[in-house]
Structures are given as structure tokens and as C-alpha cells.
Nanobody
Framework: QLQLVESGGGLVQPGGSLRLSCAAS????????MGWYRQAPGKERELVAS???????NYADSVKGRFTISRDNSKNTVYLQMNSLKPEDTAVYYC???????????????WGQGTQVTVSS
């Protein structure tokens, strides 16, 4: 069974740091783009950052210069280093991956279960 399992969320004070991890496991042939989204209460889910298999990354304007996305292709894992956290970063963070499970399979979009990040003093 294919899973994306996130870890690393929690409560942090403004200005603090957290590192999120998301590991994909199961029947995987190849992973293309991986990324992190977030959803705050009463708001729509939004893209935070994404990274292609070759390492090219993309960030939301609100996190540029503070967050860094990276991946370890040998471990099918994507990371999000979050520095200088602000209260407005509070949200449930979801990882996602575009992948195929077999050589000629369809490209599908998979989601993790989400991890809560709360920035508060």
C-alpha cells in the first residue's frame, strides 16, 4: 500500500524553526514532483513549495527566504526546513507527490495525512 507519511510538526514560538519530513513508501516506480501545501482554518489549501526530481524548486512568495525544500531521491523523502516562523504560518501541512507505481503506469497525485504546525507565543 502506497503511503506518504509526514513528521516534524508541532508548536513553536514566533521566530523559531521546524523541519518537516515526508517519506513515500510502497510500490513506487518513479517520483516526479514533490511538494508541501498548507491549509489554515477557514482558508483554502495553498502551495508552499515544490521540488522537481532534478532539484528545481518553487516557493510561495509568503515563504521565500524563510523556507527551504529539499529531497533525498534515494529515500523517496522530501523535507521542508522552516525558519523565522510567523503566526500566519500556522496551518496543517500536507506533503504530496506525483508518481507512477509501474513502468507504464499513469501519473497520479498522492497526499500525506497532514501534520499540524502552530506558531504561537
Amino acid at each position: 500500500q502506497l503511503q506518504l507519511v509526514e513528521s516534524g510538526g508541532g508548536l513553536v514560538q514566533p521566530g523559531g524553526s521546524l523541519r518537516l519530513s515526508c517519506a513515500a513508501s510502497g510500490s513506487i516506480f518513479s517520483i516526479y514532483d514533490m511538494g508541501w501545501y498548507r491549509q489554515a482554518p477557514g482558508k483554502e489549501r495553498e502551495l508552499v513549495a515544490s521540488i522537481a526530481s532534478g532539484g528545481r524548486s518553487n516557493y510561495a512568495d509568503s515563504v521565500k527566504g524563510r523556507f527551504t525544500i529539499s529531497r533525498d531521491n534515494s529515500k523517496n523523502t522530501v523535507y521542508l526546513q522552516m525558519n523565522s516562523l510567523k503566526p500566519e504560518d500556522t496551518a496543517v501541512y500536507y506533503c504530496n507527490a506525483d508518481l507512477v507505481t509501474t513502468r507504464y503506469g499513469l501519473l497520479r497525485h498522492y497526499w500525506g495525512q497532514g501534520t499540524q504546525v502552530t506558531v504561537s507565543s
